[in-house]
């Protein structure tokens, strides 16, 4: 296996307090949070996880932490209920962008959650920011949560760098896919 800089990138907007789905008991935030703390549990000492958490701005909450240190990345996962605004993806790339830019290990994967449209930033430069990062041997792979998740337009945001996008259906599928894109960045 090879070790992996992994980064999330994580959707921190008001929205994010809302249901997970019609009825659901838990938020699209917790569960979120839930599930980022699931993928921490798979990640091996040599490879690192960085946190970006975007509103209308992109905050840096964890840079290239290395995976054992795996209480300390739950607690700043925690963090991401302090966070609410608006949305913007071109922010958020770029940070994620220039944490990775110091990552060692051969595989380096960006997994890009949000619950929505972006409502601050250009499209077109979020773009070409994933394009800079698929040359740099980055795979973004996007995941969606919730009704206003635009599938096709992140499809061809994740597509610029060969990576996947899925709407997570449940917190548990979050859970599963988080842990499937992780698995995968380790092969």
């Not at 549990?41 to 840079?63: C, M, N, P, Q």
Request: proline residues 2%; hydrophobic residues 35%; neutral net charge.
């Amino acid at each position: 296996s090879v070790h992996c800089d992994l980064c999330l990138v994580l959707d921190a907007s008001g929205s994010m307090d809302e249901p997970f789905c019609a009825g659901a008991s838990v938020t699209k935030r917790k569960a979120t949070m839930d599930a980022a703390k699931q993928v921490v549990s798979h990640l091996e000492a040599g490879d690192t996880i960085s946190l970006v958490f975007y509103d209308s701005r992109a905050y840096r909450v964890a840079s290239l932490v290395q995976g054992d240190r795996k209480d300390e990345i739950r607690k700043k996962i925690e963090t991401l209920e302090n966070f609410s605004g608006a949305t913007d993806f071109e922010a958020a790339l770029n940070t994620a962008r220039d944490v990775l830019a110091r990552g060692k290990n051969a595989s380096k994967r960006i997994v890009f959650l949000t619950d929505g449209q972006p409502s601050s930033g250009d499209q077109g430069a979020a773009e070409n920011i994933v394009r800079q990062l698929s040359r740099q041997g980055v795979t973004v792979d996007c995941l969606g949560i919730g009704k206003d998740f635009d599938f096709h337009r992140m499809r061809k945001l994740s597509g610029v760098s060969n990576g996947r996008t899925f709407l997570l259906g449940s917190p548990e599928e979050a859970d599963s896919r988080f842990a499937e894109l992780l698995h995968g960045a380790q092969k």
